[in-house]
């Protein structure tokens, strides 16, 4: 069930049961609060699955980081900074069964390749070249290969991994290069892996089970894991649909209980979600500061823009939307169709817009200067992507568990938005 307190049109006054208004006052604004207990109901939903292994991209704050473990999640880190996030977060580097952190990515930067070599970490390769270079450093280990099955499908073009023309994963047709290559790098491929797109539906994902089972078979019985990827979708806005999960789960389920007769023994299931646990978790809270009139239009322009949350004008991304009042009051209000800006000097600063950057107003109740505009399902992909365009600091973030509400990053200050910066002499 849906589980963020923002439905579009509303008033809303509190967040996991603290006080909008003081949340605003104590940590400023704009601030992203995020609420542990929907984390905890969404990682609930997916037990069945042998292994949980949260997509950090998402939502990578340590303090995060560290409710999932305690929830017995295990993660992914796409960078070097990923994996010592997870490391803060007390996740232990190995090759446990699952292993706690596995390193998934396309390419191994300099700065990945070292740490996975210091950590002797898992990976999950995406390209036929971390093979070798895994082999150099890691000899006698075993690896999972990302596949590319050919197809793929996400909420936009943008986040859609599959099929030719997506950067990602190894094509399906060079898997049995990949085994030899493997070999003569000393290694055993243990798993297989596919991530066809991010907020897609039960209809694309359920393809990957046949293309999984193929290409397990072009490898054999040296498999013991394979990953369903993420890109289970969550709800935005009315008419966005969740995955059937029962029959989700039947399917893979199925899909590994063949391989595993096959093979004569046991295959583990993981899911790798990232939006599914983070997304409705969140809120980003921001105050209104201007209310004007252009022509027609009404805009609403708050202290938040893309530097917070760049959803909206990467993808045309829908996020609900409700309006707090600046005393706190949950008195009903008549509405009006507004345009919600940012502060950013460009015109695309808007949060209101479709894909391919066309304004639309959103019916709101009526506000005015100093009340509150609280943007829902912000949770994920909200600040791991925040910039400092215009010099504006990346902001504060709250984490309310079991009825507390606390601060888990500080807001940056001026000094910490130039560090390195250096005037010649
Ligand atoms: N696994 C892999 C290999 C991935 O590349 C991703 C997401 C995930 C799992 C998690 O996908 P999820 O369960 O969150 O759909 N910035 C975009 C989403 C980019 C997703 C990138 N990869 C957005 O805001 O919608």
């Known amino acids: 069930m849906y589980a963020n ?8 006054t509190t967040i996991a ?15 992203f609060v995020y609420d542990a207990a929907v984390i905890a109901e969404r990682i609930r939903d997916l037990a069945a699955f042998d292994a949980i292994r949260y997509a950090q991209k998402a939502l990578s704050n340590i303090a995060i980081l560290d409710l999932v473990r305690r929830h017995g999640v295990v993660v992914d880190a796409v960078s070097a900074g990923e994996v010592q996030r997870a490391i803060a977060a007390g996740y232990k580097p190995g090759h446990a069964h699952p292993p706690q952190i596995v390193y998934t990515a396309d390419i191994f930067d300099r700065a990945a390749l070292e740490i996975v070599a210091k950590y002797d970490l898992p990976v999950n390769c995406g390209s036929p070249d971390m093979i070798d270079q895994y082999g150099a450093i890691c000899p006698g280990r075993g690896i999972t290969l990302r596949i590319n099955p050919g197809f793929g499908h996400g909420h936009s ?17 060079q898997v049995a290069d990949c085994a030899e290559r493997a070999k003569r790098a000393n290694l055993t491929i243990t798993g297989m892996h596919m991530h066809i797109g991010s907020g897609t539906d039960l209809e694309h994902l359920s393809q990957v089970c046949g293309a999984m089972e193929k290409t397990c078979r072009l490898v054999g019985p040296t498999i013991t894991s394979i990953s369903a990827g993420g890109g289970l979708p969550t709800i935005y806005k009315p008419g966005d649909k969740y995955v059937d999960l029962a029959a989700y789960f039947k399917l893979w389920d199925a899909t590994r209980q063949k391989l595993a007769n096959e093979f004569g023994h046991a295959i583990s299931l993981e899911i790798e979600p990232g939006r599914y646990l983070s997304a409705e978790c969140g809120y980003l809270i921001a105050e209104i500061r201007a209310v004007k009139r252009m022509g027609e239009n009404l805009f609403y322009i708050v202290d938040a823009g893309f530097n917070n949350l760049a959803r909206p004008i990467l993808y045309g991304s829908h996020h609900p939307m409700a309006i707090c009042p600046a005393d706190g009051s949950s008195a009903a209000r008549g509405t009006q169709d507004a345009i ?18 066309f304004v639309v107003s959103r019916e709101l109740p009526t506000a005015s200067v100093g009340d509150y505009l609280v943007i829902g399902c912000a949770g994920a992909y909200g600040y791991v992507m925040a910039s400092n365009y215009n010099s504006k600091p990346l902001v504060a973030e709250v984490l309310v568990e079991n009825g507390k509400a606390n601060l888990v990053r500080a807001a940056q200050t001026f000094e910490d938005i130039v560090r390195g910066e250096v005037i010649p002499k």
């Open 5 to 12: 307190a923002v439905v579009g049109n509303s008033i809303v």
């Open 340 to 357: 919600i800006g940012g502060p950013l000097c460009e015109s695309g600063d808007i949060f209101t817009q479709e894909e391919g950057g």
């Open 157 to 173: 073009k943008k986040t859609n991994t599959g099929g030719q023309q997506s950067k990602h994963g190894i094509w399906h047709d």
């Open 17 to 31: 049961g603290q006080s909008v208004t003081e949340l605003a006052q104590k940590h400023g604004t704009p601030v």
